[in-house]
């Protein structure tokens, strides 16, 4: 395996790295629950590499995401909104309304040729368009994270939850589940409550055909039915979707070789 560049994705909830050849393609790459001591997992992750290809001397590394200038042995910084449209361009081949589904935060991107943004929204204010509205109503509901697109998606029924808020959400929640209502038409609900919160950020900036996902978020099954439903649109998704942040960087790195 040769590994030309390096990209790093330092979010609020994982740190990924990916490794990509002289041709762009990924070839390596690693992903772990973010370690207060950045730093020091940064020098993990490179020794994790290390072990499989030998010494990284003379491999451009680029830093991106949350915690990207806590990453010194970086060579460039570039924000995540840049790396995340190059990376998905790359995966899929053209440009469109890109929707990036995080931890702490939520981005919508239109994607232009060669993957240049036109325009962005960003949501890092409230939790209630993230994946951490998800995970807290999980944990509320006693489902485990990884299964709460499936439970939901076995709704034949679902209730509205009206509250935009993640705190007077959770109140919500508590009262249907005290008057008995299924707990998958609450996890319906809850999906379709952050998607719709996600489309009026993509009408903010106009959609431009086709929509395009990424962030581990959009893994979620229900994720992707919703969205297909609120914006009467098909969805793109590249293999790996939390990891497009990271291969755009290493895009960037290997621009530098």
Known sequence: MKIAALGIDVGSTTVKMVGVNTSGEMVWNHLEAVDPRVEKQ???????????????????????????????????????????????????????????IGGQDSKVIVVGDKGRVIDFAMNDKCAAGTGRFLENSATRMQVPIEEMGAVALSATEEVSISSTCTVFAESEIISMVAHGVAVEQILMGLHRSLIRRLVSMVHS??????????????????????????????????????????????LFALDME
Do not use: W
């Open 42 to 100: 940064v020098d993990s992750f490179i020794d994790i590499l290390q072990k499989e290809i030998g010494s990284r001397e003379g491999i451009p590394l680029v830093a991106t995401g949350y915690g990207r200038n806590l990453v010194q042995q970086a060579v460039k910084n570039v924000t995540e909104i840049t790396c995340h449209a190059r990376g998905v361009f790359r995966q899929l081949g053209h440009g469109g309304t890109l929707v990036d």
């Open 205 to 250: 900036v106009g959609l431009v055909p086709p929509l395009l996902l990424s962030g581990g978020v959009v893994k979620n099954p229900a994720i992707r039915k919703v969205i297909e439903e609120e914006t009467k649109e098909k969805v793109f998704m590249p293999e790996h979707p939390q990891l497009m942040g990271a291969y755009g960087a290493a």
